[in-house]
């Protein structure tokens, strides 16, 4: 069974490829947070015409939607640079010199917490706790652990990755 409503939101973005996953859980008592990680997985992002149509297909009023969205760090509403660094603010972090940490980041990148460079390759978002206190001061790039992090190794990291790309 496909989507009932129309798959393309009104700016031309195209929802079909989440209609299989809602065929799946949108008669799922308890699932919006699974839709929502899945459509982020699909769209990268989710804008709020993908929210609507989210709300639509399953019933779920738009404000809870939002609500949820809106509640939980793991979610976007703006798209996000190929690399994400989650760079952990936690107290041990923060002991052990997380602010030094973003500075570098910030320096090198010229982005602050919430913003991608220009050529959209890196997004750099704070985190409350990244829960590995053992490798303080930590961040993860794209789900890879870094961790006892100085200045210089973070930008020795993210050289590395320029240089990769």
């Not at 690399?83 to 090198?108: D, F, K, M, N, P």
């Amino acid at each position: 069974m496909q989507c009932t409503s129309c798959c393309e939101g009104k700016t031309g973005q195209n929802f079909s490829l989440l209609a299989p996953v809602l065929d799946e859980y949108k008669e799922t008592k308890g699932s919006l947070i699974t839709i929502l990680q899945k459509a982020q997985e699909i769209y990268g992002y989710l804008p709020t015409e993908l929210l609507l149509h989210i709300a639509q297909e399953t019933g779920i009023k738009p404000a809870k939607v939002m609500g949820v969205v809106s509640f939980y760090t793991q979610f976007r509403r703006k798209p996000v640079g190929k690399h994400v660094i989650t760079l952990c603010q936690g107290t041990a972090c923060h002991v052990l010199g997380s602010a030094a940490i973003e500075r570098a980041i910030t320096e090198y990148l010229n982005i602050g917490d919430g913003e991608t460079t220009p050529d959209g390759m890196f997004t750099l978002m704070n985190a409350a706790c990244l829960g590995c206190c053992s490798l303080a001061p930590v961040m993860m790039i794209n789900n890879e652990t870094y961790g006892n992090l100085t200045a210089e190794s973070t930008k020795a990291i993210l050289t590395q990755i320029m240089e990769k790309e």
